[in-house]
């Protein structure tokens, strides 16, 4: 049988003893949700066929509904030898949106919230040698203000910036055979300066622990220490010290062991951090060079249909002149990060907070659960220069008296790791934040460079400290529909970045179009004003780095730099040429 995306899904975490269960899955639509209620793992046939990893909403998993979905279900058996039963069974979910429910053979095995975080269920005391049936029910409503949903349109059709809905399976399903004594997690610090990695994980059972650190299969890095039944610390010596760059990766494999279980892995030789204004990566002064990408695909919405069409995504952000990305408002997949790593692909990640009632009680304990699982599962990748949680929290003041979340979720962040910086939400609503961070959709380029000009001078006026009721905050103008002015809170000498400008709207020939501004009328007009957006950024010398949105079309949105199906719209390397210039931040 051809498996689509058969490729292992976590390349950090990888063993060789696993099976995918992509492919064809009984598939009904449960409007009602009651599909636990009728239990409906039971029936005889099931009405259609669904292809897993691919929502329903996509044309690749065989169905293509669009309207919205409330609920599914899903059904399929697969086959478990003997000695697949010698250890520990772990079914795993890279991600399903939103609610699901796991049965194995008639039990419930677990439930998990979030449609963005991959989960994990023991199932060996359910499973037997032989056939075995694995059901999943899943429920969905982008509507109610308690789930994080994303750019999934909350009307019937896509509009505006908001996409195609995705509910269900939409990231690979696998099961991994692990020993009764194995590794459960390990994270890793880096530590270039003195040649060492630190990696603190958990182990099941009692032995030895065995790491190794490779350069190109060659040993340069052991440790062994006996652990027992919880928590490890080990440090490892590098004879070989070899940084992770941009643009050029520089991955060290990581093998682990305990007793019979073995665990391939990887991690990068990295810092970054912000000294002053600037973005140090490895010490060094680096512009981040960022495009806005969503990770919408054609045929698969969520899901890319290859793991060449995410490598493919990263090649074409270098082509335009990139460092890096926003991976916006969608946690991606592993897979992706993992090319991310090996390609020197920086990114910020980001959690799809839109949906979400910023200000409701529940909006805490939603995002303390999901935004932690995130954070746990990419902690490790080198790719990743920084957390945002939250972006544009439209409506939503903190104040004393209220549920402070961002406040929450900034420090939450922060203990979850402290080697990375962390922007509480991108675009002007800060609360308590490393980063001045702002969106800016001007689309005239001599009001958007006085406007940034005006900020440069203003700093050096007072010293970098400017309060909110500042003359010239009070002076800025109004930013896209109105909604509020580019600088509405006082700054207090962070490093500021651009996380969003641009959105040049460029319409093909089919497609009318929607976008901010308006469309240029030549290929001439619309290099002309990337030209000059860019360089008033490029040659600031108090920005650290901006986001261009965005990389490609998003169905009717068409302010990408592809089109939708990843093709070029204009000469690609004029937009290269423009963002390669050196930036007056830069050493």
Same mark, same amino acid.
């Given at each position: 049988?051809?498996?689509?995306?058969? &490729?292992?899904?976590?390349?950090?975490?990888?063993?060789?003893?696993?099976? *995918?269960? *992509?492919?064809?899955?009984?598939?009904?639509?449960?409007?009602?949700?009651?599909?636990?209620?009728?239990?409906?793992? #039971?029936?005889?046939?099931?009405?259609? /066929?669904?292809?897993?990893?691919?929502?329903? +909403?996509?044309?690749?998993?065989?169905?293509?509904?669009?309207?919205?979905?409330?609920?599914?279900?899903?059904?399929?058996?697969?086959?478990?030898?003997?000695?697949?039963?010698?250890?520990?069974?772990?079914?795993?979910?890279?991600?399903?949106?939103?609610?699901?429910?796991?049965?194995?053979?008639?039990?419930?095995?677990?439930?998990?919230?979030?449609?963005?975080?991959?989960?994990?269920?023991?199932?060996?005391?359910?499973?037997?040698?032989?056939?075995?049936?694995?059901?999943?029910?899943?429920?969905?409503?982008?509507?109610?203000?308690?789930?994080?949903?994303?750019?999934?349109?909350?009307?019937?059709?896509?509009?505006?910036?908001?996409?195609?809905?995705?509910?269900?399976?939409?990231?690979?399903?696998?099961? +991994?055979?692990?020993?009764?004594?194995?590794?459960?997690?390990?994270?890793?610090?880096?530590?270039?300066?003195?040649?060492?990695?630190?990696?603190?994980?958990?182990?099941?059972?009692?032995?030895?622990?065995?790491?190794?650190?490779?350069? #190109?299969?060659?040993?340069?890095?052991?440790?062994?220490?006996?652990? @027992?039944?919880?928590?490890?610390?080990?440090?490892?010596?590098?004879?070989?010290?070899?940084?992770?760059?941009?643009?050029?990766?520089?991955?060290?494999?990581?093998?682990?062991?305990?007793?019979?279980?073995?665990?391939?892995?990887?991690?990068?030789?990295?810092?970054?951090?912000?000294?002053?204004?600037?973005?140090?990566? *490895?010490?060094?002064?680096?512009?981040?060079?960022?495009?806005?990408?969503?990770?919408? $695909?054609?045929?698969?919405?969520?899901?890319?249909?290859?793991? +060449?069409?995410?490598?493919?995504?990263?090649?074409?952000?270098?082509?335009?002149?990139?460092?890096?990305?926003?991976?916006?408002?969608?946690?991606?997949?592993?897979?992706?990060?993992?090319?991310?790593?090996?390609?020197? %692909?920086?990114?910020?990640?980001?959690?799809? *907070?839109?949906?979400?009632? =910023?200000? =409701?009680?529940?909006?805490?304990?939603? $995002?303390?659960?999901?935004?932690? &699982?995130?954070? @746990?599962?990419?902690?490790?990748?080198?790719?990743?220069?920084?957390?945002?949680?939250?972006?544009?929290?439209?409506?939503?003041? /903190?104040?004393?008296?209220?549920?402070?979340?961002?406040?929450?979720?900034?420090?939450?962040?922060?203990?979850?790791?402290?080697?990375?910086?962390?922007?509480?939400?991108?675009?002007?609503?800060?609360?308590?934040?490393?980063?001045?961070?702002?969106?800016?959709?001007?689309?005239?380029?001599?009001?958007?460079?006085?406007?940034?000009?005006?900020?440069?001078?203003?700093?050096?006026?007072?010293?970098?400290?400017?309060?909110?009721?500042?003359?010239?905050?009070?002076?800025?103008?109004?930013?896209?529909?109105?909604?509020?002015?580019?600088?509405?809170?006082?700054?207090?000498?962070?490093?500021?970045?651009?996380? #969003?400008?641009?959105?040049?709207?460029?319409?093909?020939?089919?497609?009318?179009?929607?976008?901010?501004?308006?469309?240029?009328?030549?290929?001439? #007009?619309?290099?002309?004003?990337?030209?000059?957006?860019?360089?008033?950024?490029?040659?600031?010398?108090?920005?650290?780095?901006?986001?261009?949105?965005?990389? %490609?079309?998003?169905?009717? +949105?068409?302010?990408?730099?592809?089109?939708?199906?990843?093709?070029?719209?204009?000469?690609?390397?004029?937009?290269?040429?423009?963002?390669?210039?050196?930036?007056?931040?830069?050493?």
């Amino acid at each position: 049988m051809n498996i689509p995306r058969a &490729e292992h899904p976590n390349p950090q975490w990888e063993r060789e003893t696993w099976k *995918n269960l *992509n492919g064809p899955w009984e598939f009904e639509f449960d409007f009602g949700c009651s599909a636990v209620e009728r239990r409906l793992w #039971e029936k005889k046939r099931f009405d259609r /066929e669904i292809l897993v990893p691919f929502c329903p +909403e996509s044309r690749l998993s065989g169905i293509g509904y669009t309207d919205f979905i409330s609920g599914v279900a899903y059904r399929r058996n697969f086959e478990l030898s003997q000695e697949e039963l010698s250890g520990r069974v772990l079914l795993h979910f890279g991600a399903v949106d939103y609610e699901a429910s796991v049965y194995v053979n008639g039990t419930l095995v677990g439930s998990h919230k979030g449609g963005y975080t991959s989960f994990c269920f023991d199932i060996t005391k359910h499973v037997a040698p032989g056939p075995n049936t694995l059901f999943v029910a899943v429920k969905d409503d982008v509507r109610s203000g308690l789930q994080p949903k994303g750019k999934q349109a909350h009307l019937y059709a896509s509009s505006g910036c908001d996409y195609t809905r995705t509910i269900g399976i939409w990231q690979t399903v696998w099961l +991994e055979f692990v020993p009764e004594r194995h590794i459960q997690s390990a994270k890793y610090y880096p530590d270039p300066a003195n040649g060492k990695v630190t990696v603190t994980g958990l182990v099941q059972g009692q032995g030895t622990l065995q790491l190794t650190a490779l350069w #190109e299969d060659k040993p340069v890095g052991e440790a062994a220490l006996s652990v @027992e039944d919880g928590f490890f610390t080990a440090q490892l010596d590098l004879s070989e010290t070899h940084l992770w760059e941009p643009g050029k990766g520089g991955l060290y494999t990581l093998l682990l062991s305990f007793g019979e279980d073995r665990v391939k892995s990887y991690f990068g030789l990295r810092t970054a951090k912000f000294q002053g204004r600037k973005f140090l990566l *490895n010490g060094k002064s680096l512009f981040q060079r960022f495009v806005l990408d969503q990770g919408f $695909y054609p045929d698969g919405i969520y899901t890319a249909p290859t793991e +060449e069409d995410l490598v493919k995504d990263i090649q074409l952000s270098f082509a335009a002149g990139f460092n890096g990305a926003r991976l916006h408002e969608k946690v991606f997949e592993a897979r992706f990060l993992y090319h991310c790593d090996r390609l020197g %692909y920086l990114v910020w990640g980001e959690y799809p *907070n839109w949906g979400l009632d =910023h200000a =409701h009680p529940l909006s805490t304990e939603t $995002y303390l659960n999901q935004w932690s &699982e995130a954070v @746990e599962r990419d902690f490790n990748h080198p790719a990743i220069i920084g957390w945002c949680p939250f972006n544009e929290t439209w409506g939503y003041r /903190e104040e004393r008296e209220k549920n402070a979340l961002l406040t929450s979720l900034y420090k939450l962040t922060k203990r979850l790791d402290p080697t990375r910086p962390c922007i509480d939400s991108s675009g002007n609503y800060r609360v308590l934040s490393e980063v001045y961070d702002i969106h800016d959709y001007d689309q005239d380029t001599q009001s958007f460079q006085a406007r940034w000009d005006g900020l440069t001078d203003r700093i050096r006026e007072t010293g970098g400290v400017i309060p909110a009721e500042d003359p010239f905050f009070n002076s800025a103008p109004e930013g896209p529909s109105g909604r509020a002015p580019f600088f509405n809170q006082p700054y207090d000498n962070q490093p500021i970045f651009v996380s #969003e400008y641009g959105g040049i709207r460029w319409p093909d020939d089919t497609v009318e179009g929607w976008g901010y501004g308006n469309a240029s009328a030549t290929p001439e #007009e619309f290099f002309a004003r990337y030209k000059g957006l860019t360089e008033a950024l490029l040659n600031n010398p108090e920005i650290f780095g901006f986001c261009y949105t965005q990389l %490609y079309d998003v169905e009717q +949105e068409v302010n990408g730099l592809y089109t939708y199906g990843r093709v070029q719209k204009f000469d690609i390397s004029l937009i290269q040429k423009i963002n390669q210039q050196k930036a007056a931040i830069e050493d």
